[in-house]
């Protein structure tokens, strides 16, 4: 190492550690206690029996938490002291993008002028909104060579359904709706889900010996009644589709469609673009490539971006550069319809459009190289302990496996996993891309430095060693965090999802 | 003097900043030729050279170069000062699912808490306690507030949760006719019939007459759901008994599609027989934020949690005994039940939830209801203070809770750009909500203005709104 630098996202140090269990806040309460404030309005009093007639009454009370307004910042700061997050240290958790969020683009999400607009106010009155909008789309264009855009899925999977639904509304309105849709047999879960609710059936394409869409039996699959194809590109095990062009002429020659899961379109920001690579339908994870908090599991953003042939059918209505200057919302002429209850996750379509413009075009191509240059020393690093699934040179994230350390010594790619966590490092994704043995999902992702990687490393090399040394105590890893591994069967075979199950 | 500085001037040498965009890389030029060195290669570009040339970008991306962070904080200054509609220049008296309610400090720094914040879906519960315990609570006030026993961890908003019934009911009875009142939301009869079209689903919509469902106007048999809305999106208390007596009696799965800070006060659904509760939780701490991101209520009955999309917490214990949470019954789920899941759902809006939780507990049992009530009395105050003015009439007879329709002389949309100039955000026009004509309003439907007040609205400002709109109506 070049510098005697330590590691700024290692996270071992953390006060993540407490062993006692937080009680919920259900059993913290106390009748009579609150911590509520509301405005003085001098508003009549009137009895709610004069307002709203006695059938539509609750004859019984909804009993809430009564906390203390200090005990409510106890609980959840307590809480948010057994979370692990990537503020707090590296998230190679592949496939999903856990790089650092600029605090910039919160900052700029947090600002009245956006987050106190109420979404149904005249166009006239959100004209910054709308011209934010068209902004945002227009450059979402640019990065993946498509013609227009829809801003309005709230996460990838709606983005899937949408772009599914538009492919349906193209081949509907060619008067010949089709049947199935082609998944390479490594795709994420929600391709094949998404393609079922879009009303098609799913044809599963074999990967080959490389990790690669089987051109071969891809075309034996298609025929008149396919709709098109689902691809990542990369794939999901971090390897670029390199025949991509032999793929988009087989399937366009049989009047197909080509989807783009843009999953991993942060791998390629600024180097290639779905468009040119013959995609018809792209749909992107803002809060993946674009940076946007992932909020514990969301909120997320999916934008649909379409070629020209496909815009007519984009849902509406969509904020558009009007005549005379001003901005308006319009629905194109054939619409498949509204996909959210407004205009889609706009914070996070302001936090994304931030993102992009600190970048610019230079910066996101950075941020392409960067990741894909992290990813392939982090697993050409650990070639001897974690050999890749398929050792050549990767994209932004590199599957691993640990099928050695099953075969060797009994310790599975969880129990890496798990281990992980004692080291101060998130977990990678275990277990996916299904078609690989004992696999370990790493995606360090370009915010990492030199030395993270390398203390990510070593903590891996020890845990190897352990698997040597006392696989026993590995498969009880971890003991050190907030909780030790769960009983995940008593959870679904005695289902508590609520206070009140719990009988508590 | 100038050798008094030069042993600083040694300690550090030379700095000339390449550039003045910082894009938080952390990698030094130096960082740069150790790694490729290790790799076998001497530039970036040769970690792409697998990609065919041919698909390759020979120019970069065609946009502006990257700015510093106060250079774009700029760019977004004019975008703010052109939302004339941001709540500081206008009094909000729009809703339709959108509601201005109190966000204290407290709620919005727990909120913003980075613990939450930048961690992704709990997939390892031992370093995911914090979310998954705060998701649990949330279930649990989903649960109590819908009177339900399962509510799942959250769906994207209201209209996408009842698209999610939707499928719940025709995976329970096989059938996929939509029996849907036209007092559910515009917006979320628009997305059901968007998702329709891959499902298959018949989306009947029923007429409203006097803003009540007339469900005796259409062919209810064969309904896989009957789909109501509480209050209805006019305002309107509807008897739901009539919906419930018509699942029942077809062997429908009964939807409500309810107001979760009504529910405070209100009939929960569990107590009007509902199946399948959804709602748009936005209310609970979320700022109106353009439309999203929102958030998505779902509360099922126990049979059908196998259907249940989206993800689920429980509560079970660890190797050493302890109180633990993880997500469960995942055997439903797109990622592992794939072309047979449930629902297609990975990311929702976790944020979302835990904020509703923190909200929720900040309220308490006595804040909600207070908050429901106030909602109530500045609604029917300004109501009746609305009605006093010629031009003005109730656009239905029936009573209502905290959100009413008027029937104007005028037309609505331009009534509220005159009512802008004097401050207010006077509503929303519902044939803007409608897109046109719908079966929700019998006629003229362009002279309807929807009206609403939460807790927040004064007496003053609702006095103001009445002047305002008198003198909007009138001149």
Same mark, same amino acid.
């Given at each position: 190492?070049?510098?005697?630098?330590?590691?700024?996202?290692?996270?071992?140090?953390?006060?993540?550690?407490?062993?006692?269990?937080?009680?919920?806040?259900?059993?913290?309460? /106390?009748?009579?206690?609150?911590?509520?404030?509301?405005?003085?309005?001098?508003?009549?009093?009137?009895?709610?029996?004069?307002?709203?007639?006695?059938?539509?009454?609750?004859?019984?009370?909804?009993?809430?938490?009564?906390?203390?307004?200090?005990?409510?910042?106890?609980?959840?700061?307590?809480?948010?002291?057994?979370?692990?997050?990537?503020?707090?240290?590296?998230?190679?958790?592949?496939?999903?993008?856990?790089?650092?969020?600029?605090?910039?683009?919160?900052?700029?999400?947090?600002?009245?002028?956006?987050?106190?607009?109420?979404?149904?106010?005249?166009?006239?009155?959100?004209?910054?909104?709308?011209?934010?909008? /068209?902004?945002?789309?227009?450059?979402?264009?640019?990065?993946?060579?498509?013609?227009?855009?829809?801003?309005?899925?709230?996460?990838?999977?709606?983005?899937?359904?949408?772009?599914?639904?538009?492919?349906?509304?193209?081949?509907?309105?060619?008067?010949?709706?089709?049947?199935? /849709?082609?998944?390479?047999?490594?795709?994420?879960?929600?391709?094949?889900?998404? /393609?079922?609710?879009?009303?098609?059936?799913?044809?599963?394409?074999?990967?080959?010996?490389?990790?690669?869409?089987?051109?071969?039996?891809? !075309?034996?699959?298609?025929?008149?009644?396919?709709?098109?194809?689902?691809?990542?590109?990369?794939?999901?095990?971090?390897?670029?589709?390199?025949?991509?062009?032999?793929?988009?002429?087989?399937?366009?020659?049989?009047?197909?469609?080509?989807?783009?899961?843009?999953?991993?379109?942060?791998?390629?920001?600024?180097?290639?673009?779905?468009?040119?690579?013959?995609?018809?339908?792209?749909?992107?994870?803002?809060?993946?490539?674009?940076?946007?908090?992932?909020?514990?599991?969301?909120?997320?953003?999916?934008?649909?971006?379409?070629?020209?042939?496909?815009?007519?059918?984009?849902?509406?209505?969509?904020?558009?550069?009007?005549?005379?200057?001003?901005?308006?919302?319009?629905?194109?002429?054939?619409?498949?319809?509204?996909?959210?209850?407004?205009?889609?996750?706009?914070?996070?379509?302001?936090?994304?459009?931030?993102?992009?413009?600190?970048?610019?075009?230079?910066?996101?191509?950075?941020?392409?190289?960067?990741?894909?240059?992290?990813?392939?020393?982090?697993?050409?690093?650990?070639?001897?302990?974690?050999?890749?699934?398929?050792?050549?040179?990767?994209?932004?994230?590199?599957?691993?496996?640990?099928?050695?350390? !099953?075969?060797?010594?009994?310790?599975?790619?969880?129990?890496?996993?798990?281990?992980?966590?004692?080291?101060?490092?998130?977990?990678?994704?275990?277990?996916? %891309?299904?078609?690989?043995?004992?696999?370990?999902?790493?995606?360090?992702?370009?915010?990492?430095?030199?030395?993270?990687?390398?203390?990510?490393?070593?903590?891996?090399?020890?845990?190897?060693?352990?698997?040597?040394?006392?696989?026993?105590?590995?498969?009880?890893? %971890?003991?050190?965090?907030?909780?030790?591994?769960?009983?995940?069967?008593?959870?679904?075979?005695?289902?508590?999802?609520?206070?009140?199950?719990?009988?508590? | 003097?100038?050798?008094?500085?030069? =042993?600083?001037?040694?300690?550090?040498?030379?700095?000339?900043?390449?550039?003045?965009?910082?894009?938080?890389?952390?990698?030094?030029?130096?960082?740069?030729?150790?790694?490729?060195?290790?790799?076998?290669?001497?530039?970036?570009?040769?970690?792409?050279?697998?990609?065919? *040339?041919?698909?390759?970008?020979?120019?970069?991306?065609?946009?502006?170069?990257?700015?510093?962070?106060?250079?774009?904080?700029?760019?977004?200054?004019?975008?703010?000062?052109?939302?004339?509609?941001?709540?500081?220049?206008?009094?909000?008296?729009?809703?339709?699912?959108?509601?201005?309610?109190?966000?204290?400090?407290?709620?919005?720094?727990?909120?913003?808490?980075?613990?939450?914040?930048?961690?992704?879906?709990?997939?390892?519960?031992?370093? &995911?306690?914090?979310?998954?315990?705060?998701?649990?609570?949330?279930?649990?006030?989903?649960?109590?507030?819908?009177?339900?026993?399962?509510?799942?961890?959250?769906?994207?908003?209201? *209209?996408? *949760?009842?698209?999610?019934?939707?499928?719940? &009911?025709?995976?329970?009875?096989?059938?996929?006719?939509?029996?849907?009142?036209?007092?559910?939301?515009?917006?979320?009869?628009?997305?059901?019939?968007?998702?329709?079209?891959?499902?298959?689903?018949?989306?009947?919509?029923?007429?409203?007459?006097?803003?009540?469902?007339?469900?005796?106007?259409?062919?209810?048999?064969?309904?896989?759901?009957?789909?109501?809305?509480?209050?209805?999106?006019?305002?309107?208390?509807?008897?739901?008994?009539?919906?419930?007596?018509?699942?029942?009696?077809?062997?429908?799965?009964?939807?409500?599609?309810?107001? =979760?800070?009504?529910?405070?006060?209100?009939?929960?659904?569990?107590?009007?027989?509902?199946?399948?509760?959804?709602?748009?939780?936005? =209310?609970?701490?979320?700022?109106?934020?353009?439309?999203?991101?929102?958030?998505?209520?779902?509360?099922?009955?126990?049979?059908?949690?196998?259907?249940? =999309?989206?993800?689920?917490?429980?509560?079970?214990?660890?190797?050493?005994?302890?109180?633990?949470?993880?997500?469960?019954?995942?055997?439903?789920?797109?990622?592992?039940?794939?072309?047979?899941?449930?629902?297609?759902?990975?990311?929702?809006?976790?944020?979302?939830?835990?904020?509703?939780?923190?909200?929720?507990?900040?309220?308490?049992?006595?804040?909600?209801?207070?908050?429901?009530?106030?909602?109530?009395?500045?609604?029917?105050?300004?109501?009746?203070?609305?009605?006093?003015?010629?031009?003005?009439?109730?656009?239905?007879?029936?009573?209502?809770?905290?959100?009413?329709?008027?029937?104007?002389?005028?037309?609505?949309?331009?009534?509220?750009?005159?009512?802008?100039?004097?401050?207010?955000?006077?509503?929303?026009?519902?044939?803007?909500?409608?897109?046109?004509?719908?079966?929700?309003?019998?006629?003229?439907?362009?002279?309807?203005?929807?009206?609403?007040?939460?807790?927040?609205?004064?007496? #003053?400002?609702? #006095?103001?709104?009445?002047?305002?709109?008198?003198? &909007?109506?009138?001149?």
């Amino acid at each position: 190492m070049r510098s005697q630098a330590l590691p700024g996202g290692r996270a071992a140090s953390a006060p993540i550690l407490g062993h006692d269990t937080e009680p919920t806040i259900f059993e913290m309460s /106390v009748a009579g206690r609150s911590a509520f404030q509301l405005r003085t309005t001098g508003v009549p009093a009137t009895s709610l029996d004069e307002l709203v007639p006695s059938e539509h009454r609750n004859p019984e009370v909804i009993a809430l938490a009564e906390v203390s307004e200090r005990d409510l910042v106890g609980h959840f700061t307590r809480l948010s002291h057994r979370q692990f997050s990537v503020d707090l240290g590296a998230y190679p958790l592949g496939s999903c993008t856990m790089k650092y969020n600029p605090k910039f683009c919160d900052a700029i999400a947090a600002d009245p002028g956006l987050n106190s607009v109420h979404p149904g106010a005249p166009a006239e009155l959100v004209q910054g909104w709308l011209e934010l909008l /068209v902004t945002l789309e227009e450059k979402l264009c640019v990065i993946t060579g498509m013609s227009a855009a829809t801003l309005q899925p709230a996460a990838g999977a709606a983005g899937e359904l949408t772009g599914l639904l538009l492919m349906r509304a193209y081949h509907e309105a060619n008067g010949d709706a089709r049947k199935r /849709v082609l998944i390479p047999d490594s795709a994420h879960g929600t391709n094949p889900a998404s /393609v079922t609710l879009g009303g098609y059936e799913v044809t599963t394409i074999p990967s080959n010996e490389r990790g690669l869409v089987d051109l071969e039996a891809l !075309k034996a699959a298609l025929g008149p009644d396919v709709a098109g194809i689902m691809l990542t590109n990369p794939n999901t095990l971090g390897l670029f589709e390199e025949e991509i062009t032999e793929i988009a002429t087989a399937v366009h020659d049989v009047g197909g469609l080509l989807y783009y899961d843009g999953a991993n379109l942060n791998a390629i920001l600024g180097v290639v673009r779905p468009g040119d690579m013959g995609f018809d339908i792209v749909h992107m994870n803002l809060h993946k490539t674009f940076a946007t908090p992932h909020g514990g599991g969301g909120p997320g953003a999916g934008p649909v971006a379409v070629s020209a042939r496909l815009a007519d059918f984009l849902p509406g209505p969509k904020a558009t550069r009007g005549v005379g200057g001003a901005f308006e919302w319009s629905t194109p002429s054939s619409s498949i319809g509204r996909v959210h209850g407004w205009h889609g996750n706009a914070m996070v379509l302001a936090r994304a459009l931030a993102y992009i413009d600190v970048h610019g075009g230079d910066g996101l191509k950075r941020v392409a190289q960067h990741a894909v240059l992290n990813a392939n020393w982090l697993r050409h690093r650990l070639r001897d302990t974690l050999p890749a699934a398929y050792d050549r040179v990767c994209m932004h994230e590199c599957v691993l496996s640990a099928s050695n350390l !099953k075969s060797k010594y009994g310790v599975r790619g969880l129990d890496v996993a798990k281990a992980l966590l004692e080291e101060g490092f998130h977990s990678p994704t275990v277990y996916f %891309p299904l078609i690989v043995d004992e696999a370990l999902m790493f995606e360090p992702t370009e915010t990492e430095s030199l030395q993270t990687l390398e203390s990510l490393a070593e903590a891996i090399e020890r845990i190897a060693q352990r698997a040597i040394d006392d696989p026993e105590a590995l498969r009880h890893a %971890p003991q050190s965090t907030p909780v030790s591994r769960v009983d995940e069967a008593r959870a679904a075979r005695h289902l508590i999802s609520t206070e009140d199950a719990a009988g508590r | 003097m100038v050798a008094k500085f030069l =042993p600083r001037l040694f300690l550090f040498p030379s700095y000339e900043r390449q550039s003045d965009v910082a894009d938080y890389l952390p990698h030094t030029t130096e960082d740069l030729e150790e790694m490729l060195g290790f790799l076998g290669m001497d530039s970036l570009e040769q970690l792409f050279a697998h990609i065919p *040339a041919a698909v390759r970008l020979t120019q970069g991306l065609d946009l502006e170069p990257g700015q510093t962070e106060p250079d774009v904080a700029e760019v977004f200054a004019r975008y703010t000062r052109a939302n004339k509609a941001q709540a500081t220049n206008l009094t909000c008296f729009a809703g339709a699912g959108a509601y201005d309610h109190e966000v204290p400090a407290v709620v919005k720094m727990l909120g913003s808490r980075s613990e939450f914040v930048t961690a992704y879906t709990p997939y390892q519960p031992e370093v &995911a306690q914090g979310v998954l315990q705060a998701i649990f609570e949330y279930q649990t006030v989903v649960s109590r507030l819908s009177g339900l026993p399962i509510a799942n961890a959250s769906l994207y908003d209201g *209209a996408t *949760a009842l698209v999610e019934a939707l499928n719940m &009911a025709s995976g329970a009875n096989g059938r996929s006719k939509m029996v849907i009142s036209s007092g559910v939301h515009p917006h979320w009869r628009q997305v059901a019939r968007t998702f329709a079209r891959g499902t298959g689903h018949d989306i009947v919509e029923v007429p409203l007459v006097d803003g009540v469902t007339n469900w005796g106007s259409v062919d209810v048999s064969g309904a896989s759901a009957i789909v109501a809305s509480y209050p209805n999106y006019l305002g309107v208390l509807e008897d739901l008994s009539v919906a419930k007596s018509l699942a029942t009696s077809h062997d429908a799965l009964f939807v409500l599609g309810a107001d =979760p800070v009504a529910a405070g006060v209100l009939k929960t659904a569990g107590q009007w027989g509902a199946d399948v509760f959804v709602g748009e939780g936005q =209310p609970f701490g979320t700022p109106l934020a353009f439309g999203g991101p929102y958030l998505g209520l779902f509360a099922c009955t126990l049979d059908q949690i196998r259907r249940l =999309p989206g993800r689920i917490v429980g509560e079970t214990v660890d190797s050493n005994d302890r109180r633990s949470f993880v997500t469960t019954l995942r055997a439903r789920e797109q990622d592992i039940r794939r072309e047979k899941a449930t629902s297609n759902v990975c990311t929702n809006q976790t944020l979302m939830a835990v904020t509703a939780a923190i909200q929720l507990g900040w309220l308490g049992t006595n804040g909600l209801r207070e908050v429901a009530t106030r909602c109530a009395q500045g609604a029917h105050f300004l109501c009746d203070e609305a009605l006093k003015i010629d031009g003005v009439t109730a656009a239905s007879s029936q009573p209502f809770f905290r959100e009413f329709a008027l029937r104007l002389t005028r037309n609505a949309t331009e009534v509220l750009s005159r009512m802008a100039g004097d401050g207010v955000l006077g509503g929303l026009a519902v044939s803007a909500l409608t897109g046109g004509d719908d079966v929700s309003v019998h006629s003229g439907i362009e002279n309807v203005l929807l009206v609403t007040v939460t807790e927040r609205r004064t007496r #003053e400002q609702i #006095e103001h709104y009445v002047d305002v709109l008198r003198k &909007a109506v009138n001149s």
